[in-house]
């Protein structure tokens, strides 16, 4: 599918990965429309942060993902949609579970309605390497069974669900795209890389982390964008759910040791029994199949975990950057 000429929406455009995706849709030359929740500070997320030559070659649309009307509006005229807004934090999700079905199933259910409306000729839904919980078998693929071990997967799992019900049933052309463990610049604070650094760089000598033992399938959020763009140009994608993933694993203890090393060797790692997950939520390992993204697109990753990881930190040194966090507490 050729994407010039087309109107994209990304939902969840303030966000994480849907900053990035909006930044690089743009450098390629697309006609992008950015979806970004609304609230009462006017700010755009991490829009925010973009060049103003390119803030002002976007069409910023400020709505709620879980509003059917703000949707239908957000998606007049749009061609392809790549949906990414979500609530990711899945301690958070053992608090406020009502919110997590509002945002990933509801919100899920209204672009899906309002491109069935419209007649969408492409619609990529974000699902998380979450919905397979701890890994049954390696690598894994996208015929592994889901296991919702947090209210955040389950809901999650449910908007997978709604997709592959919308494809069966209407014949909408949805893509469930599957990434793995996103990292690099502008991750959410709640996230293991970001808590890492931002403790090193703010002079902790001392980490405080939960487990240390899973394992995680880490994917440079730049990797992660370009298997989006591949799976939206791809006809053969439709109907299928696609993993993003670097089909390798790195323990958290491990990554923790590589990024101590890239900024303080002296620093040593304690256990903070609040980060800890209930035993049976924790997922315990995470190691993704590429091999369907890569049958199917020119897809291939770009970057090592050493590579992605050096970036993230420079990233992170920028004074700007690093006062966005909050290191010295817990952000769940």
């Known amino acids: 599918m050729e994407l010039k000429g087309k109107k994209i929406l990304v939902t ?7 900053s990035h995706l909006v930044e690089t849709l743009h450098e390629l030359g697309y006609d992008v429309r950015a979806f970004v929740h609304y609230n ?17 070659e976007i069409e910023v649309f400020i709505g709620d993902i879980r509003d059917a009307g ?23 999700s053992y608090y406020s579970p009502e919110s997590y079905v509002d945002t990933n199933i509801k919100g899920t259910l209204n672009v899906l309605q309002a491109a069935r409306d419209i007649a969408c000729e492409k619609i990529l839904v974000t699902s998380t390497s979450e919905v397979y919980g701890t890994a049954q078998y390696v690598p894994i693929d996208e015929n592994h069974p889901f296991q919702g071990q947090s209210p955040y997967s389950a809901t999650k799992i449910g908007a997978d669900r709604i997709a592959e019900s919308f ?23 709640r996230a293991v890389i970001p808590t890492i650094i931002t403790q090193l760089l703010s002079g902790a000598k001392e980490i405080k982390l939960g487990d240390l033992h899973p394992t995680r399938d880490l994917v440079y ?76 697109t020119d897809w291939k990753l770009s970057y090592s975990i050493k590579q992605g990881l050096t970036e993230t930190i420079a990233w992170f040194r920028e004074s700007d950057n690093l006062h966005r966090y909050k290191s010295d507490i817990y952000n769940v």
């Open 221 to 296: 959020v730049k990797d992660t964008v370009q298997g989006f763009i591949e799976l939206a140009r791809s006809n053969s994608s439709v109907g299928q759910e696609i993993n993003i993933a670097t089909q390798s694993e790195i323990s958290i203890g491990e990554l923790a040791e590589t990024i101590i090393e890239l900024i303080n060797p002296d620093a040593v790692i304690i256990s903070d029994e609040a980060r800890i997950r209930p035993k049976a939520s924790e997922v315990e390992r995470l190691l993704g199949s590429n091999k369907i993204i890569k049958e199917l």
């Open 70 to 92: 703000s949707v239908r509006n957000a998606m007049k005229d749009v061609n392809v949609v790549l949906h990414l807004a979500a609530l990711i934090g899945i301690p958070y």
């Open 167 to 189: 494809f069966r049933s209407f014949e909408l052309p949805i893509t469930i795209v599957r990434p793995f463990n996103t990292y690099g610049p502008r991750q959410s604070a």
């Open 40 to 56: 009462s500070f006017n700010t755009w997320g991490w829009l925010d942060t973009l060049h103003k030559d390119i803030i002002n």
């Open 12 to 18: 969840g455009s303030a966000g994480f990965i849907g």
